[in-house]
């Protein structure tokens, strides 16, 4: 069963950064797409950022310029780099696997930006 285990949630204020880590239990590469969504209070799940098995990237706009997504395959983790952080990027941040039409997800780690 694949499993994601996300860590690097926090506390930041305005303007701080934080990096978030995914390690998924198989090779990444057996997965079409890595990435992450989030959500918060009150609020249907969404897109952050997602790569591709190629590396091809995709951002959400609020997330350009400010988050970054990258990966390390010998280690089978995904990371998400927040910088310049909102207290409207307070959310559960979850980590995704997309194989063909299967998706799997973390457990969630929670950000929360203090103004």
């Known amino acids: 069963q694949v499993q994601l285990v996300e860590s690097g949630g926090g506390l930041v204020h305005a303007g701080g950064s934080l990096s978030l880590s995914c390690v998924v239990s198989?090779?990444?590469?057996?997965?079409?797409?890595m990435g992450w969504y989030r959500q918060a209070p009150g609020k249907q799940r969404e897109l952050v950022a997602t790569?591709?098995?190629?590396?091809?990237?995709n951002y959400a706009d609020f997330a350009k310029g400010r988050f970054t997504i990258s990966r390390d395959g010998a280690k089978n983790t995904v990371y998400l780099q927040m910088n310049s952080l909102k207290p409207e990027d307070t959310a559960i941040y979850y980590c995704?696997?997309?194989?063909?039409?299967?998706?799997?997800w973390g457990q969630g780690t929670q950000v929360t930006v203090s103004s």
């Open positions: 995704h696997a997309r194989l063909l039409s299967r998706m799997y």
């Open positions: 790569m591709s098995i190629g590396g091809s990237l």
């Open positions: 198989e090779n990444m590469f057996n997965f079409n797409y």
